[in-house]
C-alpha cells in the first residue's frame, strides 16, 4: 500500500470537477424541490410529487458524489501530497479530527478482533492477516484513540485506505502480498513519530 501505486495526477485533476458537479447536482435538488412546492401550491400534486421525487435522487447523487471525492482526496493525502491543493490540506486536517480518529480506532479495533482465533461470521478482513498482526493493529487502535498522540494527516489517509478500500488493502485482498500489510503498518505508525504536516 506504498504511495507508489497511487496515481495521483489524475486524482488531483479530478478534484474539481467532482466539487463542481455536486455543487451543480445540489443547485439542481433545490431548484426541484422549490419547484415542488410550487406546484403543490398551485394544486398540481402529481407535478409537485414528481420534482420531490427528482429532488430526492438528486440529493442522493450528491451524496454518492462527496463519497468519491472523500475518496480522491483520500488517495491524494496518502500519497504523502498532502499541499496538493487547498482543498487536500483541508481534508487532511479533518481526516486527524477526534472524531475520524475515533472512527479509525474503531476499525483497527474490528480489524484486530477478525484476528482473534475461532469462527468469524461476516468478516471480509483475511482473518489470517489480522491474526499475524493483531498486537499492531490493537496499538495503533489505542494511539488513534489517544487524543495526547499527534499523527500526521498521511498516516490517517493511509489507515483509511487499510480499512476502507479493499481492492488496495492487504488486509483484505488475497492477491496482495503479506509483507505489503506490515509496510502498510510501518507507514501508518511513522506517522505517529513525525509532527502533522
Known amino acids: 500500500m ?16 467532482l466539487t463542481r458537479r455536486r455543487r451543480q447536482v445540489v443547485g439542481a435538488a433545490v431548484l426541484a424541490a422549490a419547484a415542488g412546492a410550487a406546484a403543490l401550491g398551485v394544486g398540481r400534486s402529481a407535478l409537485g410529487v414528481s420534482l420531490f421525487v427528482a429532488a430526492a435522487f438528486g440529493v442522493a447523487y450528491a ?8 475518496a480522491v482526496l483520500t488517495r491524494v493525502v496518502a500519497s504523502g501530497f498532502v499541499d496538493a491543493t487547498p482543498e487536500a490540506v483541508r ?7 477526534p472524531a475520524r480518529r475515533r472512527r479509525l480506532a ?7 478482533a477478525a484476528g482473534r482465533p475461532g469462527l468469524h461470521e461476516f468478516a471480509f478482513v483475511r482473518s489470517e492477516r489480522a491474526h499475524a498482526v493483531r498486537s499492531r493493529l490493537e496499538r495503533l487502535a489505542e494511539r488513534f484513540r489517544d487524543p495526547a498522540e499527534q499523527v500526521s494527516p498521511r498516516s490517517a489517509a493511509l489507515c ?10 492487504p488486509l483484505y485482498n488475497p492477491a496482495l502480498p503479506p509483507a505489503q500489510l506490515e509496510r502498510a503498518l510501518d507507514l501508518i505508525a511513522a506517522g505517529f513519530d513525525e509532527r502533522p504536516v
Open 106 to 112: 474503531t476499525g483497527l479495533a474490528v480489524a484486530a
Open 160 to 169: 483509511r485506505l487499510l480499512l476502507c478500500e479493499p481492492p488496495v488493502s
Open 91 to 97: 481534508f487532511g486536517w479533518q481526516l486527524v479530527s
Open 2 to 17: 506504498d504511495a507508489g501505486w497511487l496515481e495521483i495526477r489524475p486524482a488531483v485533476e479530478r478534484l474539481p470537477g
Open 63 to 70: 451524496w454518492l458524489l462527496e463519497l468519491e471525492r472523500e
